[in-house]
């Protein structure tokens, strides 16, 4: 993997609160490169609660689990925007066996970031609905309440050496992770205000960060 800086942009789609289509449930023109150095190409739908991918090509549809992908790509359906995901061995606890999984890069260089999206559900007010590439759904009407779901990241950092770990969303955790330059990087939070736990915020503090070291 080559490790060269870059940042996605924040996108924003407008949707209907009724009609949620989060991207996991569409299907984006993309391919997969296969640990067999196969490429395929076509329509392409990702799981990540199962680490799966499927691929419409003509009138089929394969199925492939992370442990048969290197890596695959798309063009994000309604905003042309490329997102890149890479195969990475990962266990979701200490102690236990790490297992291939989907990771979208969101910034990549010395220091990049990754993320892993999922849909989680919260209660909310009641009004118009937005789509942000970072933050996700938000749902208000008027001062009703009502459950909604919401799309949402956990991040990872995986440095130059291959270590990768998972951010907790706390400062105090980010200094450590963030530990080269650690007065340059408390210094560009508090200037630029940032919350360690928003992932466009993340974004650009290790971008920054990149240019540090």
């Known amino acids: 993997m080559k490790w060269t800086t870059t940042i996605l942009l924040t996108l924003v789609l407008s949707v209907q609160s009724q009609a949620q289509i989060f991207p996991s449930e569409q ?8 640990k067999d150095n196969r490429v395929v190409k076509g329509q392409l739908r990702y799981d990540l609660e199962r680490d799966a991918i499927q691929i419409r090509v003509g009138d089929r549809i394969e199925t492939y689990s992370s442990q048969l992908v290197f890596k695959f790509s798309l063009i994000q359906s309604g905003d042309d925007f490329v997102r890149r995901f890479f195969t990475l061995p990962y266990a979701n606890q200490p102690g236990y066996k790490s297992i291939p999984r989907f990771f979208e890069v969101i910034v990549e260089g010395k220091m990049t970031l990754l993320a892993r999206e999922y849909i989680a559900q919260v209660t909310t007010g009641n ?7 970072y933050r996700g759904y938000s749902v208000s009407q008027g001062n009703r309440t009502a459950t909604r779901s919401i799309l949402t990241y956990k991040m990872f950092f995986l440095d130059h050496e291959g270590n990768l770990v998972e951010h907790s969303g706390r400062k105090k955790d980010i200094y450590i992770v963030l530990r080269e330059n650690s007065g340059e990087v408390k210094k560009y939070i508090k200037s630029h205000r940032l919350k360690v736990d928003k992932l466009e915020d993340v974004a650009k503090l290790v971008a920054h ?3 540090l070291i």
């Open 27 to 34: 299907w984006h023109e993309g391919q997969a490169t296969l």
């Open 209 to 211: 960060y990149n240019t």
């Open 127 to 133: 009004r118009a609905t937005s789509y942000n590439r």
